[in-house]
């Protein structure tokens, strides 16, 4: 699918992360209205959109260790709290963009997505991908699912990438946060990696941090390594780490501007 982006709005970017149950309402229209401007200046630009959870889901999931797998009573009381608060920050999110114009729709991997021991493993992409070629913008987030050993499970949006990239083939995976890539000196943050290829993989494992706040899906490493595996599966796939809080950082990315850290393969042999 030619000129496909999928496009991560983190959760610290569209959450106060440390405030439960606090959605940054400013910042999602900003960003719904900076997409809007894009896709009218790249007509033939198609995206999926992810969001993480944030200040909503992680919480819960945090209380009730729900990524760890659903068994007990109490357990699954706590995966449908998860579901709950996700699926509040997730029609915030698509009001908010159906507001500024764009022809958004859901899909929720805990409505579509069965997992094995937190991987996507059954996906029945074909309505997905149908309103991809209707020109309709797929709205996935970080969720609760089935899963068929653990019972139950969480996956992040990188988790869902995961299983769309190879399947779909995207030109570019953005991941929009609140930092402004990875840091190469964490935590001093003098630094960044302007680019990561697979053969940094061990060099930066130890100067790359999780997550300051409350984040049951991996933080900064897992999103790095989530990258380092697709650029190396997919054929010309470049992936960047980027912040989306500065206005305009979200339609250059989608323009194709490279900022922040970009994630690529190996270069290919002369």
Not at 52 to 81: D, M
Not at 91 to 106: C, D, H, K, N
């Amino acid at each position: 699918m030619n000129h496909l982006i999928l496009l991560k709005l983190g959760g610290s970017l569209i959450t106060e992360k440390s405030k439960p149950h606090t959605a940054r309402l400013n910042t999602i229209h900003r960003i719904a209205y900076e997409i809007a401007a894009s896709l009218k200046h790249q007509p033939g630009l198609k995206l999926v959109i992810g969001h993480g959870s944030g200040s909503f889901g992680h919480v819960p999931a945090h209380l009730y260790h729900t990524r760890q797998g659903v068994t007990s009573r109490e357990q699954w009381r706590g995966y449908a709290e998860v579901w709950h608060e996700a699926r509040l920050l997730n029609q915030i999110v698509l009001e908010s963009f159906y507001s500024a114009g764009l022809p958004v729709i859901a899909f929720p991997p805990s409505a579509c997505a069965v997992t094995t021991r937190g991987i996507v493993t059954h996906w029945d992409l074909y309505g997905l991908q149908a309103a991809l070629q209707a020109n309709l913008i797929p709205v996935v987030n970080g969720d609760v699912v089935i899963d068929q050993e653990l019972g139950g499970t969480i996956v992040s949006t990188e988790d869902v990438f995961g299983y769309l990239a190879p399947e779909l083939k995207p030109e570019r995976i953005l991941l929009a946060g609140l930092e402004p890539g990875v840091w190469a000196d964490y935590p001093d943050c003098t630094r960044l990696h302007p680019i990561i290829t697979p053969a940094d993989r061990d060099q930066i494992s130890a100067g790359v941090s999780g997550s300051a706040t409350v984040d049951v899906t991996g933080g900064m490493l897992d999103k790095v390594n989530h990258l380092l595996e697709l650029v190396q599966q997919i054929a010309h796939l470049e992936g960047m780490i980027f912040s989306g809080e500065g206005e305009g950082q979200i339609g250059q990315a989608l323009s194709g501007a490279s900022f922040g850290t970009v994630i690529r393969g190996m270069p290919e042999k002369e």
